[in-house]
């Protein structure tokens, strides 16, 4: 079953519990928390303002499918309003509201006992941003973080590191049924904001590398998958204790 508030199987999501079941969870400390994190925007391609979502929700919910069996995880509700890092973002707030937001989001989540959060971005112009707040969540909470950036799995919305996007818009157009229209209220040119820093360490797929657009799908959905895998792999942090001469 899909809700507006989680675009993803009951089996995975967070608020599809009741408060009780959250004492039945066996060792907090093994469970994965993540958090999706997708911008409403445009994104120059024709497609409507929560196309980060439509993706993100879809592969998410594929690679934990998946893995339903070896990965234990609960998916929080995403968080969608985040900073105006492009033009094209719509209902942004500042970024020191959104990081402070986010904080309070994963510390609040961490109440059952839980140690372990994944951040799932899928906004390109969030990948900086998405590492400072874990790294601050790391070094403030002592919680075990992980990051994990649409773009690498292979598809990314960035408008010129992205490239022509082909794979992305085979995606959308499969996934939301339509073609992408052809009058755009922004040119990708528009969307950047520092197109000197547009560096892509990990390539885009291209949709005639594959046979069909499922074949597509499958392989992202396999380098998510492998990711998780890796990620389930690295053991609990052993819980830090400040050193007594420290605080005093």
Known sequence: MKHHLYQGSDAFAWH?????????CGQPA???????????????????????????????DAALTELAEQFDCLVLPPFRFTPAQSI???????????HQALMETITSAAVPGFRRFILFNTSP???EWIDVAARD????????????NLSGVGLDFHPTRGGERSALQAVLTELLGTQAE????????????IPAAAVKTNPALVAADSPSVKALMDLVTTRMVQLFSEISQHGP??????DAKESE
């Open 16 to 24: 599809a519990r009741r408060w009780p079941q959250f004492a039945e």
């Open 30 to 60: 093994d469970k994965h928390i993540i958090l999706p994190v997708y911008s409403i925007a445009d994104w120059a391609m024709g497609r409507p303002l929560d196309s980060e979502e439509v993706v993100g929700s879809h592969f998410l």
């Open 88 to 98: 094209g973002t719509q209902f942004a707030v500042d970024i020191e509201q959104a």
């Open 125 to 127: 112009f969030l990948e």
């Open 137 to 148: 969540l790391r070094v403030n909470a002592d919680y075990q973080m992980f990051c994990i």
């Open 182 to 193: 052809t009058e755009l209220a922004l040119t990708p040119e528009q969307l950047d904001p």
């Open 237 to 242: 942090l052993i819980e830090t204790v400040p």
